[in-house]
């Protein structure tokens, strides 16, 4: 499983920041983007944008979103 940010739905309100464990998710230019070297796949993410901007794909998996 990957994160995927959908940057036009992202507000920036730095929801997904707050609840990252490994603080793999940083909000630049207005829109979180995330170190795919440091995040785990916890989905905490997920749960948290309210703007389901965030989720999780299989790797491989093109988005159809």
């Known amino acids: 499983m990957s994160v ?6 992202c ?3 730095e929801s997904c920041v707050e609840v990252c464990p490994t603080e ?3 909000i630049r230019d207005g829109v979180a983007h ?3 070297e440091e ?3 916890c989905e905490a ?3 948290a944008c ?3 901007a965030i989720y999780m794909i299989e790797e491989g998996q093109a988005s159809n979103q």
């Open 45 to 47: 993410c997920v749960e």
């Open 34 to 36: 995330f170190d795919p």
């Open 39 to 41: 995040c785990i796949d």
């Open 11 to 13: 507000d920036g309100c």
């Open 4 to 9: 995927f940010i959908e940057v036009e739905k």
């Open 24 to 26: 793999s998710i940083t």
């Open 50 to 52: 309210p703007n389901e």
